[in-house]
């Protein structure tokens, strides 16, 4: 049994109310997705949810008006969001625990906009309808991801372990954007009011402050560009492809951290007494290993 399923089987064993066996049963097909009548009811929930989200995205499309098909479709889905919510209340073993827990705010608050609009009908309440789009995590469960905590722990790990590298990286990163800001607003715009002969008749300047030049430094370096700034000075530009240049030779820097993170750990978890590999004669695999890390052969 692998960590994920000892943590996910024992969180199980807390939550089970103690009886009647009604609740028991309903708590297993509600919270649970061991049994086909628990994965047949998360599956219906997962496309209620998606069913909820289309309805939510329509109504804001540009001249929709309240009412008609989608309002009741709308109230529809509430309504038996609310009948779930309530369930799952009556089901837990602590309601009060599930109430304040993650999924119990955000199945409330999925439900309570629609209802506040009754009461507020100008209230922008109702555009947090949408919060519905959150319990789309719940395919986690039915899709059994929770097996793959285990590869989820070693990559966290890894980060973990590559914190103070990755810390020095974004110091530098800060750095290079500040700089970089820094000049550019004095290139692009103190530089040309110095050299004009009449201040007053250069055009403004996209770069108004170092903030703003920053932000230009920032999206320049991750290479998105959006073109809202660019630079008009010959200048400027150069510096822009130098910062892109610097960008792309930036951006692998923390993902080699981490791969170098978790080839360590992968070296740490081999076996010793690990049989070797009969056709190259490597050694030193993993306990689980079935085929050789290197050639594939069978061991």
Same mark, same amino acid.
């Given at each position: ?16 109310? %103690?009886?009647?066996?009604?609740? @028991? ?27 909820? +989200?289309?309805? @939510?995205? /329509?109504?804001?499309?540009? *001249? ?11 109230? +529809? ?39 506040? *609009? ?11 309808? +949408? ?16 097996? #793959?905590?285990? %590869? ?21 990163? /800060?750095?290079? @954007? ?12 103190? /530089?040309?009011? #110095?050299?004009? !002969? ?15 030049? #920053? ?12 073109? !809202? ?22 951006? +692998? ?29 490597? %050694? ?16």
């Amino acid at each position: 049994m692998t960590k994920g399923e000892r943590r996910n089987r024992g969180s199980k064993a807390s939550q089970r109310p %103690d009886g009647p066996a009604w609740r @028991v049963m309903m708590h297993d097909v509600i919270f649970e997705s061991d049994t086909p009548g628990g994965w047949a009811f998360d599956v219906a929930l997962l496309l209620t949810i998606i069913c909820s +989200i289309v309805v @939510v995205a /329509l109504e804001t499309l540009p *001249g929709y008006t309240r009412g008609g098909l989608l309002y009741g479709l709308e109230w +529809i889905l509430t309504i038996l969001f609310t009948i779930e919510y309530v369930a799952r209340l009556v089901c837990a073993r602590h309601p009060w625990r599930y109430a304040f827990s993650f999924w119990g705010v955000i199945d409330l608050l999925s439900i309570l906009p629609t209802y506040a *609009g009754v009461f507020f009908a100008d209230s922008k309440a109702h555009s947090f309808v +949408i919060l519905r789009s959150i319990r789309l995590l719940r395919a986690f469960r039915v899709l059994k991801l929770w097996r #793959m905590m285990d %590869d989820a722990d070693e990559l966290s790990q890894a980060i973990w372990k590559a914190r103070h590298k990755i810390i020095v990286f974004l110091i530098v990163v /800060l750095v290079a @954007v500040t700089v970089s800001g820094t000049l550019m607003y004095f290139i692009e715009h103190d /530089l040309p009011m #110095m050299l004009a !002969d009449d201040p007053d008749l250069v055009p403004p300047s996209k770069f108004s402050s170092i903030p703003q030049s #920053m932000y230009w430094a920032i999206v320049t370096m991750t290479t998105v560009g959006y073109g !809202d700034i660019v630079p008009q000075t010959t200048i400027g530009k150069f510096i822009s492809a130098t910062l892109i240049l610097l960008g792309y030779s930036l951006i +692998i820097v923390p993902s080699g951290f981490v791969t170098a993170e978790l080839t360590s750990s992968t070296r740490t978890a081999a076996d010793p007494d690990a049989p070797r590999c009969p056709r190259c004669t490597s %050694d030193g695999h993993r306990k689980e290993a079935v085929y050789c890390d290197r050639c594939g052969e069978r061991l």
